[in-house]
């Protein structure tokens, strides 16, 4: 079965501290999708990514597709980043079609 | 920018009772879907939608559920007769191709089934 696992589960840090969250899926993908939820629920996508690296502003996500290995690293965090993070992909257009397989997601909390 | 609209926000039906969730999609968007989150649990997928016809459903999506476009903007899901275990966030998301340009959820629908 086609998995997606994120680590860590759980994740608490301080202000300003360098954050790393992982992605590890199990077979070949066409994109990989960062999302953040918030508490009240609502999802916001934050990349999409097939190959290499993209940033915006404070996040930064790469994606290493030999290994099958992406990261979201968050630089100076800050507590308004206390979310969860959630790693999607899309599986090969041969095998899964449109449809996102979705991790367990990272529960942040940034202290200040 | 703009967003994807899901109403209501919370929905509280009895067991058996027929829901219909809705959403309005971002306009110029061409795929739309459903997923939900049962609560403690990773968001699932249930259906995709392109030109006026489902082009993917996962194993959740039985009879029970269904899918409509009913005029140029709304986008709306539908369960004949709900159960407990349907009790979930349901999300709307739609997106401008198949997978390769990001997906724009709504905020969600929260229903509870008592």
């Known amino acids: 079965k086609n998995e997606v696992e994120q680590s860590p589960q759980n994740l608490t840090a301080q202000e300003g501290e360098f954050i790393t969250i992982n992605c590890s899926y199990s077979v070949g993908i066409s994109a990989l999708h960062w999302l953040q939820q918030h508490p009240g629920g609502g999802i916001v996508s934050l990349f999409m990514l097939s190959s290499g690296k993209k940033k915006h502003g404070r996040l930064i996500a790469t994606i290493n597709i030999q290994e099958k290995h992406s990261s979201l690293h968050i630089t100076a965090s800050h507590p308004r980043d206390s979310a969860v993070y959630i790693c999607a992909v899309r599986w090969d257009r041969e095998t899964s079609g449109s449809r996102l397989t979705f991790g367990e997601g990272t529960q942040l909390t940034v202290n200040p | 920018e703009p967003e994807v609209t899901q109403t209501p926000s919370h929905q509280v039906t009895q067991m058996g009772q027929e829901v219909i969730l809705r959403c309005v999609p971002i306009?110029?968007?061409?795929?739309f879907y459903w997923y939900r989150q049962i609560l403690g649990q990773k968001v699932e997928f249930l259906v995709s939608?392109?030109?006026?016809?489902?082009?993917?459903k996962s194993e959740i999506f039985d009879d029970q559920f269904s899918v409509e476009r009913p005029d140029g903007s709304n986008f709306t899901l539908k369960i004949r007769s709900t159960k407990l275990e349907d009790s979930a966030m349901y999300f709307c998301?739609?997106?401008?191709?198949?997978?390769?340009?990001?997906?724009?959820f709504g905020n969600g629908t929260r229903l509870t089934v008592t």
């Open positions: 939608f392109y030109n006026n016809e489902i082009s993917e």
């Open positions: 306009s110029n968007h061409l795929y």
């Open positions: 998301a739609s997106s401008w191709d198949a997978g390769y340009s990001p997906l724009h």
